[in-house]
C-alpha cells in the first residue's frame, strides 16, 4: 500500500466539498455560498493499491490569505506539503479561478486541475477545450460534474499518470523574473528557508505578502519595488486572458435566470418585503407543516407512558416519567427541527443567502457588522455552536469576536420545544404569535448587544465587504435529504446521548431518597435552596432546577419539566406558572447562558476562556433583568 | 497596456476624459478601472478577483437605500459597500449616463427606465438619437443641458437613466 495525501484546493463555492463527498463518499456539508467549509476535513479511499488521504480546505481567491479559514487552506498547502493539489475550478468562471490555479502551481506542488460544474457549463452554452487548456498549463485537466458523482479510477489514472512535462510559460516580464530570480538566490542561502517553495516565496515577497515577508523576516530584508503587486497581477491576468481566448468560447451576454430572479429579489422596493416574507414562510412552514406529525408522536409517547406505568416499581417510573414523560417531551419535536432544517437548507442551497445578506448590509451597517456577519446570524436559528465556526470568515478581529458574544442570543433549533411547550400550555391560539414575538425580540436583542459590544471593545475598524453572488439553483432532492439529515441527526444523537443522561439524572434526583414525596427528594432540596434567587422572576424550584440542567442542552429544561409532570406536561405547567411567568420562562430561556457546545465553540473559536465565561455571566445578567422588567411591567399593566 | 493609454489619454487631454470614484456610477454603467487608493490587503484581493486597472467593471445593481452595489467583473458579481468603492477611481465607458459626463456634446442613445420616466422624457422632449449639449455644472446637481436650442435642467436620478455617447 502506498499512502498519498491529495488535498483539495480552490476558490470558494466551486464544489470543493461535493467532489470531497464523491471521492470518499462522505457527506459533508454542502451549500450554495461562498465560505461553507471553514475547517480542514479528511476522508480516504482506497485505489489500486494507494490508500489516498483527501483534504478539503476552505475556499480561498488567492494564497494571500487574510481571514482564518483562508490561512488553513494556505498554510496547509505551504506547511504540509500534499503529494498532489486537486485544483477545484468552476468551468463557468475560468479566469477568475485560473489566477489561483497559476499561484498554486507556482508552490511546486504537482497540481491536477479539476473542471468542475461542467453540466453548467453546458448550459450557459460556454465551450471549453479542455486539451488545450491542459497543454497551456501543463497540467492535467479533468472534466467532472461532483454532485453526480464522479469517476475515481479515470480521476486517478490521468492524475498520477506521469504527465510532467513542465513547459515552461512566461508570465511575467523579464525585470520581475530576474528581481525573483535574485530573490531566489538569497532564499537558497539560508537552510532553514529550504523547506519552502523558493518561487512562491520570492513571487509572494515581491508582491508584499505578510505571511511570505513573517517567514523570511530573520534572514534578509526583501527590496521593495513599488507597485510590483499591481504588476504581478497584471502579468498574470494578462497571461490567463490569452490561454482562456485560446480556449474557451463564451456566448455573448445573456439575460440568464439568475439575472431575472435577481431582479425580482434584489429589487430596490420589493427586495425586503420579500425577504420578511421568506422569513415569515420558513417560520410558517416549519410549524404549521410539523404540527400533525408532532401531535402524532406526542400522542404516541402519551400512550407509552401510561403503559410504562403498569410496570410496577422504580423501573416503570423511570421509563414512565424519565425517558418517556422527560425524554419523549424533546421527541415530540423531531419533526419540527427537521423541517426547520429542511427549510433552512432551501434557502442555503438555493443561493439566497448571499442576496439576503446584500439586502441587509445597510441594516447591518447601523450596526457596525459587515453583510456577511449577517450569514452566521442567520445560521445561528438552526445552531449557535456551528454558526460561530462560519464566523471565521471575518476578516476583522473584533468584528468577528463581536459576532461570536452575538451569536447565542440569535434563538436556535433546541430552545424551540421550551417556547412550543409553554405557548400551547398557555397561549392557546396566540401560541404562533407568542413564538414569533420572540424571534423577532431574540433579532433585536442580537442587533442591541452588536452595538453595545462595539462600544465595549471600541471597535472602529470597519472590514471592507466583499459577497460574492453565486448563481441560484434549484435545490435538489438528494441535496436536501443530505442536508437536512445531517443536520438533524444530530438533534437526535443529543436526544440519545447528553439530554437522555441528564434526564436520567433529573429522574434520580427526584426519586432519592427512595420512596420519599418529590416534595423531599434530593431534586427539591437542590432546586428550594437556589429557587430563592429566581423567585422574583416567579419560577418555582421545578422551574429553576430546570433551567438549571437546560444550560447543558436547552431541550433538558423540556425534559426536566417533563420528568417532573408524571405524563401531562400542560397542565402541569399551569400548576407553576401563570401567563406571564410563562413568558417570562420563555424571554428567560431565550437569552440566559449559550449551552456547553456552543461555549466549547467560543472556546475553541476565541482561544481563551475568558470570552465563553464572560457570555455566560453578560447573558445570564441579561435574561434576569429582562424577565424581571418584563413581569414587573405586565403586572403593571393587566 | 490598456492601463498604460488610458493614463497616456487622461495626460493629453486633461477634462476631457471624466475620472469619477466607482460609487459615483449609476446602475447599468461600464467603467474602466483607472486606479484604486484603497489599503494593500483589501486591494490584493480585489486583484485575485481580477479588480485591476484597466479592467471592465459593470454596475448591475444596487441594494435598497442605495448601498452596497454588485458589481460584474469577467463573470463574477460581488457586493461592494460604499465606504470601499469610493476609493476605487473608474472612467465610465460610452454610452455613459448623463449624470457622470462632462461638459460637452452628446447623442442620447437609449433610456434605462420604466414607463413613468420614457413619458417624463416624452414631456421634457428628449428623444433617442437627439443632439445635446451638456453645460457645466457641480457634481450631484442638476444637470443643465442645450437640447434643440431649449435649455432644460435634468435631476441627478433622472439624469442617471439617460445614456449618451460623445458626439
Ligand atoms: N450544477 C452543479 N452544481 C455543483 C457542482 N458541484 C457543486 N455544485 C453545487 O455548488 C454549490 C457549492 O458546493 P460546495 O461543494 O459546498 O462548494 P465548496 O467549494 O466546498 O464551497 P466552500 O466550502 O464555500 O468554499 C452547492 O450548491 C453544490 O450543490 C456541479 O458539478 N454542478
Ligand atoms: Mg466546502
Known amino acids: 500500500m502506498k499512502e498519498i495525501t491529495i488535498a483539495l484546493i480552490g476558490n470558494p463555492n466551486v464544489g470543493k466539498t461535493s467532489f470531497f463527498n464523491a471521492l470518499t463518499g462522505s457527506h459533508q456539508y454542502v451549500a450554495n455560498w461562498p465560505g461553507v467549509t471553514v475547517e480542514k476535513k479528511t476522508g480516504s479511499f482506497k485505489w489500486n493499491d494507494y490508500n489516498v488521504k483527501v483534504v478539503d480546505l476552505p475556499g480561498i481567491y488567492t494564497l494571500n490569505a487574510r481571514s482564518i479559514d483562508e490561512r488553513i487552506a494556505r498554510d496547509f498547502l505551504i506547511n504540509e506539503r500534499p503529494d498532489l493539489v486537486f485544483n477545484i475550478v468552476d468551468g463557468t468562471n475560468l479566469k477568475r479561478n485560473l489566477y489561483l490555479t497559476i499561484q498554486v502551481i507556482e508552490t511546486g506542488v504537482k497540481t491536477v486541475l479539476i473542471l468542475n460544474q461542467m453540466d453548467e457549463v453546458k448550459n450557459l452554452d460556454i465551450k471549453i477545450d479542455t486539451r488545450e487548456l491542459s497543454k497551456r498549463l501543463g497540467i492535467p485537466v479533468i472534466e467532472t460534474i461532483a454532485t453526480k458523482g464522479v469517476d475515481i479510477d479515470s480521476i486517478m489514472k490521468s492524475a498520477l499518470s506521469d504527465s510532467s512535462r513542465q513547459i515552461r510559460y512566461e508570465i511575467y516580464p523579464k525585470e520581475l523574473e530576474d528581481l525573483f530570480s535574485s530573490i531566489s538566490r538569497d532564499i537558497q542561502n539560508h537552510d532553514e528557508l529550504k523547506k519552502f517553495p523558493p518561487r512562491w516565496l520570492a513571487i509572494s515577497l515581491i508582491e508584499g505578502d505578510d505571511f511570505a515577508k513573517s517567514i523570511v523576516r530573520d534572514h534578509f530584508a526583501v527590496p521593495q519595488e513599488k507597485d510590483a503587486s499591481l504588476k504581478i497581477a497584471k502579468a498574470r491576468y494578462d497571461f490567463i486572458d490569452s490561454v482562456v481566448k485560446q480556449v474557451e468560447q463564451r456566448p455573448k451576454e445573456i439575460w440568464t435566470i439568475t439575472d431575472a430572479l435577481d431582479h425580482v429579489f434584489t429589487h430596490k422596493i420589493l427586495g425586503i418585503p420579500i425577504f420578511i416574507s421568506i422569513m415569515w414562510m420558513i417560520f410558517e412552514f416549519t410549524f404549521s407543516i410539523s404540527a400533525p406529525f408532532s401531535d402524532l408522536l406526542s400522542k404516541g409517547f402519551d400512550d407509552l407512558g401510561s403503559y410504562a406505568h403498569l410496570i410496577p416499581g422504580w423501573a416503570g417510573s423511570l421509563v414512565g416519567d424519565g425517558l418517556i414523560s422527560g425524554v419523549g417531551s424533546v421527541l415530540t419535536f423531531v419533526p419540527l427541527i427537521f423541517f426547520l432544517f429542511f427549510s433552512m437548507g432551501i434557502l442555503e442551497d438555493s443561493g439566497y443567502m448571499s442576496r439576503a445578506a446584500f439586502l441587509i448590509d445597510r441594516l447591518m451597517h447601523r450596526f457596525r457588522l459587515s453583510g456577511r456577519a449577517f450569514i452566521p446570524l442567520l445560521l445561528g436559528f438552526g445552531c449557535n455552536a456551528s454558526a460561530i465556526m462560519t464566523t471565521r470568515t471575518l476578516e476583522g478581529e473584533k468584528e468577528r469576536l463581536i459576532s461570536i458574544l452575538i451569536n447565542p442570543f440569535t434563538t436556535c433549533s433546541a430552545r424551540l420545544p421550551i417556547y412550543a411547550v409553554i405557548s400551547a400550555a398557555f397561549f392557546g391560539a396566540f401560541g404562533g404569535f407568542a413564538i414569533f414575538s420572540i424571534y423577532m425580540i431574540s433579532i433585536v436583542v442580537a442587533l442591541s448587544m452588536a452595538i453595545i459590544f462595539n462600544f465595549l471593545l471600541k471597535n472602529k475598524e470597519t472590514t471592507p465587504l466583499i459577497i460574492e453572488m453565486p448563481r441560484y439553483k434549484t435545490p435538489t432532492a438528494k441535496g436536501l435529504a443530505i442536508y437536512t439529515w445531517s443536520r438533524g441527526k444530530h438533534f437526535l444523537k443529543k436526544a440519545g446521548g447528553i439530554i437522555l443522561g441528564a434526564t436520567v439524572v433529573v429522574w434520580l434526583l427526584s426519586n432519592l431518597p427512595f420512596n420519599a414525596p418529590i416534595q423531599d427528594s434530593l431534586a427539591a432540596q437542590i432546586g428550594k435552596t437556589i429557587a430563592p434567587i429566581f423567585k422574583p422572576l416567579g419560577f418555582d424550584w421545578h422551574v429553576t432546577l430546570a433551567l438549571i440542567f437546560g444550560g447543558i442542552a436547552k431541550e433538558v429544561t423540556v425534559t426536566t419539566l417533563g420528568t417532573f409532570a408524571n405524563g401531562n406536561l400542560e397542565e402541569f405547567l399551569g400548576t407553576i406558572l401563570n401567563p406571564v411567568s410563562a413568558y417570562a420562562l420563555m424571554l428567560f430561556a431565550l437569552l440566559y447562558i449559550p449551552c456547553v457546545a456552543t461555549q466549547a465553540t467560543m472556546k475553541m473559536e476565541t482561544g481563551s476562556y475568558k470570552w465563553p465565561v464572560f457570555s455566560v455571566i453578560w447573558s445570564l445578567s441579561l435574561a434576569y433583568a429582562v424577565a424581571f422588567l418584563f413581569e414587573k411591567i405586565a403586572y403593571l399593566v393587566i | ?167
Open chain 2, 1 to 167: 497596456m490598456l492601463y498604460d493609454k488610458i493614463l497616456l489619454r487622461i495626460d493629453l487631454n486633461k477634462g476631457m476624459v471624466c475620472i469619477i470614484t466607482l460609487n459615483k456610477c449609476p446602475e447599468n454603467t461600464r467603467c474602466i478601472i483607472v486606479e484604486s487608493d484603497l489599503p494593500d490587503a483589501f486591494r490584493s484581493r480585489l486583484m485575485g478577483l481580477g479588480w485591476l486597472p484597466g479592467r471592465e467593471i459593470k454596475v448591475l445593481r444596487k441594494a435598497p437605500f442605495g448601498d452596497p452595489t454588485i458589481y460584474l467583473v469577467d463573470s463574477t458579481e460581488i457586493s461592494l459597500r460604499e465606504d470601499d468603492s469610493k476609493f476605487i477611481k473608474v472612467e465610465p465607458v460610452y454610452p455613459a449616463p448623463l449624470s457622470v459626463v462632462s461638459e460637452g456634446k452628446y447623442v442620447v442613445l437609449r433610456f434605462e427606465g420604466g414607463r413613468v420616466f420614457i413619458q417624463k422624457m416624452k414631456s421634457l422632449e428628449i428623444k433617442i438619437g437627439q443632439e445635446i449639449t451638456v453645460l457645466p455644472h457641480e457634481e450631484g446637481c442638476k444637470i443643465n443641458v442645450i437640447a434643440d436650442g431649449k435649455n432644460i435642467l435634468i435631476g441627478y436620478g433622472m439624469a442617471n437613466k439617460i445614456f449618451v455617447e460623445k458626439k
